[in-house]
């Protein structure tokens, strides 16, 4: 859509004082909470009733996407706000599946409220205010992120938060200064563990260590948070519902149920699936290709998945 | 006396008639001047032409010599003027006339050899279309000339060891035969690759990889690779040559005049020509690429016209460079001004790009661990975005091979086959557009595309899925249809199908 990417910039701000009575309690008990709050968006009530931050490594890897294209989609039903903080990497798939699954979501910046910051990401800041979620920042006006500010973002996305999941992270990684953040306040933490050789799961690890809880499904999340239903969407529920009918499976040789179970185990280059599944490439290109567009099986970085 | 001399002149690959006026004058001062805006080469073809008369037993007259290049305004470079120069002055001091059809070119050694320059071929080629001239040129030159099929030989090439059995062939002293084609020497071995450059049966696995350059070379697609080092992106681009089919006659031609023109021809006979096959370093300046300096040469693109481009490294080419090349790709040919005047090279070839998905190489990788930024990784992505990579049809991801034992990945031999099927390709190809100024699917509009291309119901509405689903742009949407027109090509189908159409979406950019 031309022009659209500038919606951001011609959606007006507006600015939330801590006296304010819409003003979230969970953020205004942290030690220091912000004094005022600039956002763009319709600020309601109902938006911080339960929050969500989902937090991870910017350069996140073909498992992370699939963990939190998964773990969202199954919270798609439930009432709850995604916050996280709008960088690359796990952030921006946290954004991108929970507005995937009809979930508002809260993107917090590191940067004054006017500016975008990464400037690639205009597309996705418009799409949150048309879901009707918010950008929020505490600098008003254009100033570029300064390595502190990016700290005193994390506090933000903490404060918000009831829980914080955190997917992917490294040793020193931004993210775990989040979760200490979630820890100092009391937040419900979570983490999903992955492979223990990665280096992009040592601050996973580390943070299982500091309290925690491992999940594995977007169960585990809801039975922690103690999420409820969300009686008025549950249009969403079905649109990601991840059973398959039997229907779907059987192709005329079968090929397709092989590579669809395939996909599920691991996210795989046609390469790969095509050796696993003794499948000759191009026929296995026409397969995926099926698979992509009736939205099954999605592609990142060259390699495929089922989600 | 004043004699007139032809001789030729390039303007680019256009030829050009060249006067050659040696005029003797017995009063005045001795002296020997070149004028007609000769460059150094030229002008020191004063000193070898004296000297060539001195070893070759004549004596070099000792007057007023002016010799005028004309058309007088023309830049002129180039050693091949000795040749005509020699004979003018040598026919002015003994009041010869020289027939106003024959033509001299080549180089002369200090001893009074002949000795091939760069733009024999060119030279040849621009005669033998006229007919009843004659071509004086060095023997080793003529070797090259008599190579190419397809080349019509309608006048004489005489071919000229030293001066001195040129100079009693003009005293009727001696006799000078016109030399004759060997048609036998044409069909001698015609050679796809050079002996060292892998086949893709050398490549192990990347089956994707590999059906892609199919792709690419049956429909003349740009194919963009993206891996990590050592998965096989540079031997798999090299390996393009190996299933190309080999020059056509005209192609050959075509080949020739640039090789002649730059001096890359050497002694290659036309038969050995191999289709080009360019890998300019990543440093390559602007000029380099695209052509330029003065006298011109042709840049890159040019000197792979009919061939293969490949940018290794892709990301770490400057942007200029990039940027320079979108213009002639589109266009097949590129213009370039030097001093006040335009030339034309032509620019048509299939690029093969490979590069890093990050600076170190291993973003994505299954197994080694990136060691760059995320702003890093994003930026070096960055440098393919738009318009460049709109010039790709074709991408593809490539991982290292899983198992070096699986017999699956290692033992398909798919050389023959592939070369059987790109030829079949191109043939059907060619007879679809026999009445356009297209040559191949990667060049359809999207007008020909409509008369061309016709989608059936379900391969339509696959499409359509896919454009709404997978977010594809306008311009993907045409690219998949071109990609699914060359995929039904190598499969000998005259209707595009859904499967082509689906396999034609996995080549699409991320």
């Not at chain 2, 590999?210 to 049956?218: F, N, P, S, T």
């Not at chain 2, 075509?254 to 290659?268: C, D, F, N, P």
């Not at chain 2, 602007?286 to 061939?307: D, N, Q, R, S, V």
């Not at chain 2, 990039?322 to 030097?338: H, K």
């Amino acid at each position: 859509m031309p022009g659209r990417e500038y919606v951001i910039q011609e959606s007006e701000t507006k600015c939330l004082d801590i006296t304010d009575p819409l003003y979230p309690g969970l953020l205004k008990e942290i030690r220091d909470p912000p004094k005022c709050l600039f956002y763009k968006g319709e600020w309601k009530g109902d938006l911080f009733e339960k929050c969500l931050a989902v937090v991870g490594s910017r350069k996140i890897s073909d498992y992370g996407v699939r963990v939190t294209e998964h773990i969202l989609g199954v919270l798609g039903q439930m009432r709850v706000t995604v916050v996280s903080g709008f960088m690359r990497g796990v952030d921006y798939y946290a954004h991108l599946s929970a507005l995937n699954s009809n979930l508002p979501t809260i993107a917090v910046l590191p940067c004054g409220i006017e500016d975008i910051y990464p400037v690639s990401h205009r597309d996705i800041a418009s799409k949150i205010l048309d879901a009707g979620g918010l950008v929020v920042s505490e600098y008003p006006g254009r100033c570029a992120p300064k390595d502190w500010m990016f700290v005193k973002r994390n506090r933000i996305v903490a404060g918000l938060s009831h829980g914080l999941l955190l997917i992917e992270a490294a040793e020193n990684s931004g993210s775990l200064i989040t979760f200490n953040y979630a820890k100092r306040f009391k937040r419900v933490l979570m983490a999903v563990p992955g492979d223990i050789f990665n280096v992009n799961q040592q601050g996973v690890r580390q943070a299982l260590y500091d309290g925690a809880e491992p999940v594995f499904s977007g169960e585990d999340v809801v039975n922690k948070m103690r999420l409820v239903v969300d009686s008025k969407d549950s249009l969403s529920g079905a649109k990601n519902g991840i059973a398959w009918s039997k229907a779907q499976l059987v192709n005329e040789d079968g090929d397709l149920g092989k590579v669809v179970i395939k996909l599920k185990e691991t996210a795989l280059s046609l390469e790969t699936l095509s050796q696993l599944t003794d499948i000759e490439i191009s026929k296995l290109t026409i397969i995926v290709t099926r698979l992509e567009i009736s939205g099954q099986v999605r592609r990142t970085g060259g390699k495929y998945y089922a989600s | 006396m004043l004699v007139k001399v032809k001789s030729v002149a390039f303007k680019g690959l256009e030829v050009i008639d060249v006067l050659v006026e040696v005029n003797i004058n017995n009063k005045g001062l001795p002296s020997f001047d070149i004028v007609g805006l000769p460059n150094k080469s030229v002008e020191e073809s004063k000193l070898r032409v004296r000297s060539a008369f001195v070893n070759c037993g004549v004596e070099f007259p000792n007057r007023k010599i002016t010799v005028n290049l004309a058309p007088a305004d023309l830049h002129k470079e180039g050693t091949f003027y000795d040749l005509a120069i020699a004979v003018g002055v040598f026919c002015a001091k003994n009041g010869i006339e020289v027939n106003d059809k024959w033509y001299f070119f080549g180089e002369l050694s200090l001893s009074g050899e002949l000795a091939d320059t760069r733009g024999s071929f060119l030279f040849a080629k621009y005669l033998s279309e006229k007919s009843d001239s004659s071509a004086f040129l060095a023997n080793s030159a003529l070797s090259t000339v008599f190579g190419f099929r397809g080349l019509v030989n309608r006048c004489n090439y005489y071919s000229v060891n030293n001066l001195k059995t040129l100079f009693s062939f003009f005293k009727k002293e001696g006799t000078l035969q016109p030399v004759k084609d060997q048609d036998s020497v044409h069909e001698i071995g015609r050679l796809r690759g050079g002996d060292q450059d892998p086949t893709i049966d050398d490549i192990v696995g990347q089956n994707l990889a590999k059906r892609a350059l199919q792709i690419c070379a049956a429909g003349g697609h740009n194919l963009l690779l993206r891996g990590s080092p050592g998965t096989g992106k540079t031997m798999l681009a090299k390996s393009i040559t190996s299933i190309l089919p080999t020059l056509s006659d005209s192609e050959r031609l075509e080949v020739a005049r640039i090789y002649s023109y730059t001096g890359v021809l050497g002694g290659v006979s036309g038969y050995r020509l191999l289709r080009p096959f360019r890998n300019p370093h990543h440093t390559i300046s602007y000029a380099g690429m695209l052509g330029g300096g003065f006298p011109i040469l042709p840049g890159e693109i040019t000197m792979a016209h009919k061939g293969v481009l490949f940018l290794d490294e892709f990301c770490e080419f400057n942007r200029n460079v990039i940027e320079g090349l979108r213009q002639p790709m589109q266009n097949g040919y590129i213009n370039l001004n030097r001093k006040g005047q335009t030339f034309s090279f032509p620019s048509k070839f299939i690029l093969v790009a490979a590069t890093n998905p990050c600076p170190c190489g291993y973003h994505g990788h299954p197994k080694i661990v990136c060691t760059c930024s995320d702003s890093k990784i994003f930026s070096y992505a960055k440098k393919l975005s738009g318009p460049i990579l709109d010039r790709f049809d074709l991408s593809v991801d490539m991982f290292p091979p899983d198992d070096f034992s699986n017999k699956a990945i290692v033992g398909n031999k798919y050389l023959s086959n592939f070369q059987r099927s790109v030829e079949v390709a191109r043939f059907t190809q060619a007879s679809r557009f026999q009445k356009t100024a297209v040559a191949f699917n990667c060049e359809m509009s999207n007008q020909d595309l409509a008369n061309f291309c016709p989608l059936g119901k379900p391969s339509r509405a696959l499409l359509d899925n896919a454009y709404r689903k997978l977010n594809l742009s306008p311009r993907a949407y045409y690219k998949v249809i071109k990609i699914s027109r060359t995929i039904a090509d190598l499969a000998n189908a005259p209707q595009i199908t859904e499967a082509h159409v689906a396999e034609a979406l996995q080549f699409r950019h991320k």
